[in-house]
């Protein structure tokens, strides 16, 4: 017996969901104290999530299939990286030099 292939928009709505959720967890479990606005955030893209299969409207914001545009994914990991005491600093930058040749 053959099966099915995975549904893609699926597979991306289960994980923005657990990752919304994973975030919440990590706050309570480490006590950290989100702002309103994280919170806020967190209660309305998983609603959005739940409820359309994705979290934005406009399709130039984030790639197809996709269930949280490239800035919704990034104040996600900064919430997650918060709760669990952590910062995402900026990566290291190349020095300015001359190029060979």
Do not use: C, H, Y
Not at 6 to 34: F, G, H, M, T
């Amino acid at each position: 017996m053959k099966r099915t292939p995975p549904d893609p928009k699926a597979q991306a709505k289960r994980a923005a969901l657990n990752a919304l959720r994973r975030a919440r967890r990590a706050a309570l479990k480490s006590a950290v104290k989100l702002s309103d606005w994280e919170g806020e955030f967190l209660g309305s893209v998983e609603q959005r999530v739940e409820t359309f299969g994705r979290a934005f409207a406009d399709p130039e914001k984030g790639a197809p299939g996709q269930a949280l545009s490239g800035l919704q994914n990034l104040k996600l990991k900064e919430i997650t990286a918060k709760a669990k005491g952590r910062t995402l600093g900026k990566p290291p930058r190349k020095p300015f030099g001359r190029r060979p040749g």
